[in-house]
């Protein structure tokens, strides 16, 4: 039972253009929402976070933009830079629950 | 900076083998994890501990044992490494709470032949 899906493998944008990467979760007991960023052989590196009290929370280029009732959330990225190619993973939490559940992760390639 | 270090970022183990994975934090967070990232599977949960002493199965926990006798320190056992379980292995760690972000390793490699 996957909690949190991230129906895009891969997207491919051009270098100044828009990335949106978009995740769909299931646990209406979810609150809090990460998304986080990963290079070949690297850790993940934490990207930008949002409550459920919140639809929107910005961070320079990055933005996150939740919708509860659809239970979707985005990250918009503008513009996009050849440094961003990556996967990007969505992960959920919430209540009194310590895991963290994350998607399978969407690979951005951003072409100069 | 909060740092988490892995102790090896590449591993060669015999099926049948017992293998360490061993994981340190230097920012005195109460929470650790163990992932495992799988091309097409994502992030994956195997453990995680909310204190010393004290842990909690994740999602696939079947071949995996965990040790956590020191605040610090989070470490993951294979007690008989099979092939299946060639893959990348990241520990991470929290401050107290369900909430806030995880402060990931740089992970471990680890090919099981």
């Known amino acids: 039972d996957q909690q949190v899906k991230q129906n895009s493998p891969s997207l491919s944008v051009q270098e100044g253009r828009i990335s949106i990467l978009n995740c769909d979760y299931t646990n209406s007991m979810f609150d809090y929402f990460l998304w986080y960023k990963k290079y070949p052989a690297e850790g993940p590196t934490f990207l930008i976070s949002?409550?459920?009290?919140?639809d929107k929370n910005e961070d320079g280029r990055f933005t996150v933009f939740l919708n509860k009732s659809a239970k979707h959330l985005s990250l918009h990225i503008v513009p996009s830079q050849p440094g961003d190619s990556a996967v990007y993973f969505c992960?959920?939490?919430?209540?009194?629950?310590?895991?963290?559940?994350f998607g399978k992760g969407t690979l951005l390639t951003v072409n100069p | 900076d909060v740092k988490v270090t892995q102790s090896s970022r590449y591993l060669v183990k015999r099926t049948g083998e017992k293998v360490f994975l061993e994981c340190v934090q230097d920012m005195d967070h109460e929470n650790m994890f163990w992932y495992r990232q799988d091309p097409g599977l994502g992030l994956r949960l195997i453990y995680f501990?909310?204190?010393?002493?004290?842990?909690e199965k994740g999602d696939i926990p079947e071949g995996y044992s965990v040790s956590r006798e020191k605040k610090e320190r989070f470490s993951l056992i294979l007690e008989s490494a099979s092939t299946n379980q060639t893959s990348m292995y990241l520990c991470a760690s929290r401050a107290w709470g369900a909430y806030g972000e995880l402060f990931f390793g740089e992970g471990s490699r680890l090919t099981v032949l």
């Open positions: 992960a959920a939490s919430g209540g009194s629950n310590y895991k963290l559940t």
């Open positions: 949002i409550s459920s009290i919140k």
């Open positions: 501990s909310y204190d010393v002493k004290m842990k």
